[in-house]
Structures are given as C-alpha cells and as structure tokens.
C-alpha cells in the first residue's frame, strides 16, 4: 500500500540555526504534499504546502523543497526559535478506489529548539 | 476560515458502553471528512473516510461495526465507538476537506477528541 517515510524521528537544535525534515513517499499519482505542525494534545496545523506542479515553495522561515522523480520532499525552517518546538508531520496525498484524496502521514518529527 | 470543531473534547466513558463524537465545519462544506486515531508519541493513523450521503469507507483492519460513522450534513460527521474498551483509549480527530476548485483541496483538523475507558 502507499507509504511515507519520515527522517529523523527527532531532531535537536540551537535557537537561531535551520533544521531540515526529510521524507519520501510510494505512489507515484501523489500530487499534493502538506506539512503539518503539532503541538501536544492540539490539532495538527497544516504549515506549509506543496503541489506537484512546482519544486520549491517558501513562507517566511518556511520553505519545502519536492523532487518528484525521486519521490521526497522535505522541510526547511531557517533561524529557529523555541516556539518552532513541536512534533512535524509530513503526507502525501494518494487516491482512493473511491475517487476521494486521502492524506498518508509520515511517523513524525519531533522538534526540540534550545534557546 | 477553514475551522473544523469537535465535540466533545474529552470524555470517559465506561467499558461497555457507546460515545458519539462530532465534528463539524463551520465555515465551509465539506462532502469528505476524516476520522483519524492517534496514540500518544506516534503519528495519526487513517480510520476511515466519511462521505456526504453515502456509506463510509474503512480503511483495512478498522471494525466498521464497532466504529459507526454517520455524514448527516455537509458539514457534519460523526462516530460512534460502540461497546467501548479500554484499548479503544486514543485522542480522535476529525478532518474536513475544503476544496479550492482548480487549485485542488485541503484538510483541515479539528481540535481532537480524548477518550478513556475505564
């Protein structure tokens, strides 16, 4: 079945350097890549985006990159600060028999910036 | 905009018995919403997807018997965890999916909704 594999499960970082968050995904058909942030015991937040028809996207200190010959996308945040801290879910859009998109989420990054 | 609710937002409930959750957009229609079950530390698994005016779709090794989904309304979905067991124990959270026309679609989340059985 479809996959998405996240890297690093956790990643650690000083306030003010950039943290990077890998994945890559199984179904070739995917076109639609969302990232989502999570705060404990909150609902994800969808951050950023990206679709299939470009490579690169950018918000401020956010930005994702997407190769989809390769089939991985990943994360960037520039400048860190402690209130970027926070578990990080990528997915990738895959369609179902039944015609609708469904959102398969990696495992999960968590994210500790240290001031 | 793009503000999904969810009610409750924590319940206990005891072994045996049934919870209803519901999810709800506010502000816009949503023909397929989510239902996802996340465990703590771990990433948010599929349950099964909720479609306006037609049966729900399970995703493989969920019960469909044991979680009863019902899209009433365009903008309403529920399910229902029936004969509840302490393993049934998980945050829930709803998604309702806004579509952007040419542009394609986004999920949006609720809150989430926390159950325990005792």
């Known amino acids: 079945g479809e996959n998405v594999e996240q890297h690093p499960s956790t990643l650690s970082v000083q306030e003010g350097d950039s943290a990077v968050i890998k994945c890559t995904y199984s179904?070739?058909?995917?076109?639609?890549f969302p990232w989502y942030k999570q705060e404990l015991g909150k609902r994800p937040q969808l951050i950023i985006d990206?679709?299939?028809?470009?490579g690169e996207k950018k918000d401020q200190r956010i930005a994702v990159t997407l190769n989809k010959t390769a089939k991985h996308f990943s994360l960037h945040i520039t400048e860190t600060q402690p209130e970027d801290s926070a578990v990080y879910f990528c997915?990738?859009?895959?369609?179902?028999?039944?015609?609708?998109?469904?959102?398969?989420f990696g495992a999960g990054t968590r994210l500790a910036v240290h001031p | 905009g793009a503000v999904v609710s969810q009610h409750p937002s924590w319940v206990i409930c005891k072994s045996g018995t049934s919870v209803k959750i519901e999810c709800r957009s506010l502000?816009?229609?949503?023909?397929?919403m989510f239902w996802y079950r996340q465990f703590p530390k771990q990433s948010l698994m599929l349950m099964a997807t909720?479609?306006?005016?037609?049966?729900?779709?399970?995703e493989q090794g969920v019960e469909k018997d044991k979680f009863l989904i019902n899209h009433a309304s365009l903008t309403l979905s529920t399910l229902t965890v029936t004969s509840a067991h302490p393993e049934d124990s998980s945050f829930y959270i709803c998604?309702?999916?806004?579509?952007?026309?040419?542009?394609?679609?986004?999920?949006?989340f609720g809150p989430g909704t926390r159950l325990t059985v005792t």
């Open positions: 998604s309702a999916t806004r579509i952007l026309g040419l542009a394609g679609d986004e999920q949006y």
């Open positions: 179904d070739s058909a995917s076109n639609y």
């Open positions: 990206i679709r299939s028809n470009v």
């Open positions: 997915a990738a859009h895959s369609s179902s028999s039944g015609g609708y998109n469904k959102l398969i």
């Open positions: 502000d816009f229609q949503a023909t397929t």
């Open positions: 909720s479609n306006e005016g037609s049966k729900a779709t399970y």
